[in-house]
């Protein structure tokens, strides 16, 4: 068994693909419309569906935000620097929301970033092998 996907309900699809791919580097894996159902389904990741989780981005086209609870915590991303990573969001229009640093009451290095919807995107800096 595995993860296969996370799904996240999307107010505007298109400003999210921009997101996920041109700030975080996803690439567009499928994209499909459901007329019927009034939705879409587009998937982004970091490689093929068959080898790593990907996030499924559903897009109901009646919809225009979604009240995001407080049940949802966060995607989590291993980079090689927090900062960095922070840097280059940032330059591509993302919003970080927390800069790069120990985490509470520990020594991992990690920072946040939120998404156009508000779902916020950890940084965990890869541990140096010593």
């Known amino acids: 068994m595995r ?5 996240l309900r999307v107010g505007d ?6 997101f996920y791919q041109d700030v975080l580097g996803m690439k ?13 389904l587009a998937f982004v990741g970091y490689g ?4 790593t989780a990907v996030l499924e981005l559903t897009h109901n ?10 049940g949802y915590g966060h995607i989590a991303i291993q980079v090689d ?3 960095k990573a922070c840097d280059e969001a940032r330059k591509r229009g993302g919003k970080v929301t927390r800069e790069a640093g120990p ?6 290095v990690i920072a946040f970033v939120e998404d156009p919807d508000g779902y916020k ?9 010593e």
Not at 48 to 51: G, K, T, V, W
Not at 61 to 70: A, E, F
């Open 48 to 51: 093929d569906e068959s080898e």
């Open 121 to 129: 995107i950890e940084f965990i800096q890869r541990k140096v092998e």
């Open 3 to 7: 993860i296969l996907h996370t799904m």
């Open 28 to 40: 567009l894996i499928r994209r499909r419309d459901y007329p019927e159902g009034r939705f879409t």
């Open 13 to 18: 699809l298109d400003r999210s693909l921009a």
């Open 81 to 83: 620097d927090a900062a």
């Open 103 to 108: 985490m509470k009451h520990g020594t991992t």
């Open 61 to 70: 086209w009646d919809t225009k935000s979604y009240d995001l609870g407080t």
